[in-house]
């Protein structure tokens, strides 16, 4: 109950504060299970991915996020778990893990994930080079559809180092959704993804 | 008993006419949209609506802010350059470096610039963004060490702060002037200001959609027409002239200064497009259903308020 509360808070509030407008150019939301991807400029990503959803799809969608940060404190604990049930991944991955198997029950199950695939939070311009998870996911489970979303401001809204954020207003643009081709290498793949992200950011 | 205070209380009455005129626009919408739809939605007709749906929102915002008093009316004022300062910077292209001089525009000039019109001090409230704000601010970008497109980053975080904050801010600073035989009807100004514009931007719409043929400039708006500009401001400049009774301003007068801010109301608009058009942005934002962003409505008084305010200071202060 008290999860429920504090994410319905939680969405209204990010939404007020960022002035969040999510966009789906040429698609449409949709219920199957699928990969959010995103670039990654500050710890309020996911959130703000998330807080955007449909509530229908955001009850069924989890952000997978870095078990050393998340896990460093009580609130942040609470609210991984809790509220947004994230799929935590160890960070240097250790011998026994095994993150793709955690990201593909999730997804098995019918509930989408949102990643970041550069891996770590860009401070610079553009889009990382991509981790190589997208594609073992996409090698394990073929049908996965891989949505790009592009989100703006957040990260100028609040650089790393940076106290108070800036009011700016927050757009996600959601792209159309990309499966993986047979025989698809795996740079080919990662590229193809990365440049239907890029294909998303506003002209500077 | 409410014929009582409409006639003691000019506000009263002009806020209580334009409550009128809309009613009428409302009435005129829902016959468009019976007779034209059956049950299917035709775009312009549903904007239409909306439009004037938002228009109710934003008289009655308004008149709750004079119906309070100047102080509302300022802190009114103040959140809408908030609002459109972040559209502003929001689309507009920055970098990290500019974090520091981004912050002391929101949280410093903006609320500063206020404060100044609220204790009326006029000596630097005209100053504090062209001559401080000008100075400090690429100061706090140069120490971001960074020289990418300098000199670009630092005329944009000026011109943002000059359009949102610095004109807007001229239209409460309309209540900061000294008028002999006016005291204590300042807001009348503003809201003669606010109605000749706005009414503009409403009758441009109106000859645009009705006799519109012969496109100003598509390259920079596609919805801009000869016949919209000339019947716009024509009637706005009726409208002005009309309403001379709640200013110090002799009818002939009132008709001038209309026709003054209505062209200046009408570039800023087109200005604006153009930074819009340059964007690949066809509105500012989305917080006023129908209208696009605050920036959207506002991009014409941004123009005609410092000018407005700078006629009534020279010949009637």
């Known amino acids: 109950m008290l999860e429920k509360i504090l994410s319905a808070a939680l969405c209204g509030l990010i939404k007020t504060l960022t002035g969040a407008r999510a966009l789906w150019r040429d698609a449409e939301p949709s219920m199957r299970a699928c990969v959010y991807f995103a670039n990654h400029r500050s710890h309020g990503d996911f959130v703000l991915i998330w807080s955007s959803l449909p509530s229908a799809l955001r009850a069924r969608t989890r952000p997978v996020a870095g078990a050393d940060y998340w896990l460093s404190g009580g609130a942040r604990r609470f609210l991984i778990e809790r509220v947004f049930r994230g799929v935590l991944i160890n960070r240097p991955i250790k011998r026994r893990d095994d993150p793709i198997a955690a990201m593909l029950a999730p997804l098995e199950a019918g509930e989408s994930l949102i990643v970041f695939p550069e891996g770590t939070r860009n401070q610079g311009e553009g889009v990382l080079a991509f981790k190589a998870g997208l594609h073992r996911v996409a090698c394990a489970r073929p049908e996965t559809e891989f949505v790009p979303v592009w989100v703006e401001n957040l990260g100028r809204a609040l650089p790393k180092g940076g106290v108070i954020p800036l009011p700016l207003l927050c757009s996600l643009t959601f792209g159309v959704p990309l499966t993986i081709r047979p025989g698809e290498t795996r740079a080919g793949f990662l590229a193809r993804c990365r440049d239907a992200l890029l294909d998303l950011e506003p002209s500077a | ?317």
């Open chain 2, 1 to 317: 008993m409410i014929l009582e205070t409409l006639k003691q209380n000019t506000l009263a009455l002009v806020f209580f006419g334009i409550a009128c005129a809309l009613l009428l626009a409302s009435a005129v919408g829902l016959v468009l949209r019976l007779r034209a739809s059956k049950g299917e939605a035709h775009s312009t007709i549903d904007n239409l609506n909306a439009r004037i749906n938002a228009w109710w929102a934003m008289i009655l915002i308004l008149g709750g802010a004079f119906w309070l008093g100047q102080t509302a009316v300022i802190l009114l004022f103040a959140f809408i350059s908030f609002q459109v300062l972040r559209e502003f910077i929001s689309v507009t292209y920055t970098r990290r470096g500019d974090y520091r001089a981004l912050l002391w525009c929101f949280f410093f000039f903006l609320p500063l610039q206020y404060a100044l019109i609220a204790v009326a001090w006029y000596g630097l409230f005209t100053i504090l963004i062209p001559v401080y704000a000008f100075l400090l601010l690429p100061i706090s970008s140069s120490l971001g060490a960074d020289a990418t497109r300098f000199l670009e980053r630092a005329a944009k975080v000026q011109w943002a702060l000059m359009i949102c904050v610095y004109c807007l801010s001229h239209v409460p600073a309309l209540l900061t002037l000294d008028i002999p035989g006016f005291a204590g009807r300042n807001e009348q100004l503003i809201v003669f200001l606010l109605l000749t514009v706005q009414s503009s931007d409403v009758f441009q719409y109106v000859w645009g959609k009705l006799l519109g043929k012969h496109k100003l400039a598509p390259a920079i708006s596609p919805s801009k027409t000869l016949e919209g500009l000339v019947g716009g401001v024509l009637s706005a400049t009726a409208v002005g002239a009309a309403m001379w009774w709640i200013t110090p301003f002799a009818w002939w007068q009132a008709a001038l200064i209309a026709l003054v801010i209505n062209v200046l109301g009408f570039f800023g608009g087109f200005v604006l497009s153009a930074i819009k058009r340059d964007r690949g942005l066809k509105d500012w934002g989305s917080m006023i259903e129908g209208h696009g962003g605050m920036l959207d409505r506002m991009d014409s008084v941004s123009f005609s308020a410092p000018i407005f305010f700078h006629i009534v200071r020279y010949w009637w202060v």
